[in-house]
């Protein structure tokens, strides 16, 4: 895909940034989206001028979508752009919770971009000490529809975690697998893959897909019956881990290794594209599955969205503050995010961006039902609710030992019946 849109691509940055002065009548967002209860600013902040010159400011950036390759590329965007941006690549700062403590302790930062709905959550109702959200609404406000904190964070990039199977003669041989529940992948009569650690964005969102059938407010488990941690275990314990080999559950899928597996949509039809150099029995088929399938699964999928937000940084000027803006509105344009999407193999949330990359409609795993913005606890969606518990359940997992790198590591499992739970929520330290 990549050589077929990169003129195109390059085109349309091109003229961006000559409509750069242009004011877009966006319609602003909507206030009852999930995220935010107070209400969206009436109309988007005015658009850049063409003719401004930012490049004299720095642009401090804290962000866990920070790859080498992404960062690399960004700065040099961003520079041809007229734009100077400071950004540590993932050897420095690795993950959103290093992303958001080092911003929180630096107090250095002007924008944020990456982290998901849980962090945001945390973010925009002003968790961190050091870190305040400023009011602000990019013209293309309107293109990014429920992925949206009204007046402070907008979405750049949806991912979800899918469930896949082999249908070849290394998976079910044909047989559709149909769930109603994430966690139903423990009585499903075939082989799995799953994670060798509590810790990582990808595994915190496979976690969150198993237990969202098991949401209990009144529980003391972290607000998760009893049976979802049951399952859980289950899960660890009756699934293959490739230890350090298998990072992702990609690979032990492509070399039939398993039959069931999970990953993360971003990459995934890339991944298949050059699945045959790292398997005599690849998965083929990226946009039209040839030996491979998503799980059928009646609650959906938990989705993330990456989302865009300025800091209010203690100092800085107004033409400073200018400059950031100007950034962000630049990045999250549609041209820029179809760029940015078409390079790195992710889906935007700008409608108009997916347009460009995906002219003849949605991926089939981009239309999965989100369940991570249904409503489990009053008004509360379960991304907030994950949010409010993910440090419980993180505790509770390392705290009894979920998983392991190999059999030889295994825990005991835990005396259910006799667990002291408001002792397990807690970190070990």
């Known amino acids: ?42 109309t988007p902040d005015p658009a850049p001028a063409d003719d401004a010159d930012y490049s004299g400011y720095t642009i401090r950036i804290y962000s866990n ?29 690795s993950g959103d919770t290093a992303a958001i403590q080092a911003a929180n302790e630096n107090k250095d930062g002007d924008l944020i971009f990456g982290l998901n709905e849980t962090r945001w959550s945390q973010l925009v109702d002003g968790t961190y000490e050091n870190l305040k959200i400023m009011d602000w609404t990019p013209t293309w406000a309107g293109d990014v529809g429920e992925y949206v904190y009204p007046g402070k964070a907008y979405g750049l990039v949806i991912q979800n975690v899918l ?25 499903c009569g075939y082989s799995w893959y799953r994670q060798n650690k509590v810790g990582g964005t990808t595994n915190a969102n496979i976690n969150s897909a198993m237990l969202y059938a098991f949401v209990d407010p009144s529980s003391p488990a972290g607000g998760i019956s009893v049976d979802g941690w049951k399952t859980l275990w289950k899960y660890c314990e009756q699934g293959k ?11 032990p899928l492509n070399k039939g290794d398993v039959q069931v597996s999970t990953f ?40 993330i969205a ?4 300025i800091l209010d940084r203690a100092g800085r000027s107004e033409e400073e503050t200018a400059a950031v803006k100007a950034f962000a509105e630049w990045f ?27 002219p003849s409609g949605v991926p089939e795993i981009y239309t999965l039902k989100n369940f991570a913005l249904s409503k489990v606890d009053g008004d509360t969606t379960y991304a907030e609710y994950v949010a409010a518990h993910s440090s419980e359940w993180t505790n509770i997992m390392t705290n ?30």
């Open 400 to 429: 009894l030992g979920f998983y392991w790198a190999d059999a030889s590591g295994a825990a005991a499992e835990p005396d259910w019946d006799n667990l002291d739970w408001s002792t397990l929520t807690q970190s070990a330290e």
């Open 163 to 187: 469930m896949l199977y082999r249908n070849d003669e290394l998976g079910t041989n044909g047989q559709e697998l149909h769930f109603d529940h994430w966690a139903d992948i423990v009585d």
């Open 306 to 309: 990456e989302y865009i937000g």
């Open 332 to 358: 999250g344009s549609a041209d820029v995010q179809a760029a940015w999407g078409e390079e790195f193999d992710s889906y935007p949330c700008n409608t108009a961006a997916a347009d460009i990359l995906y």
């Open 1 to 42: 895909m990549k050589k077929a849109l990169a003129l195109l691509l390059a085109l349309v940055m091109t003229l961006a940034l000559a409509a750069c002065g242009k004011k877009d009548d966006a319609p602003a967002p909507d206030a009852s989206q999930p995220g935010s209860s107070e209400p969206a600013p009436s």
């Open 264 to 303: 993360y949509s971003s990459s995934l039809y890339g991944k298949i594209d050059a699945a045959a150099e790292s398997s005599e029995n690849p998965l083929r088929g990226a946009l039209e599955p040839e030996n491979w399938a998503l799980v059928d699964i009646k609650d959906g999928t938990y989705y």
């Open 65 to 93: 979508s920070n790859s080498t390759e992404r960062t690399t590329w960004l700065i040099n965007e961003a520079r041809d752009a007229g734009f100077t941006i400071s950004i540590d690549d993932n050897s420095v700062i």
């Open 241 to 251: 881990s490739g230890g350090e080999d298998y990072k992702y559950g990609f690979d």
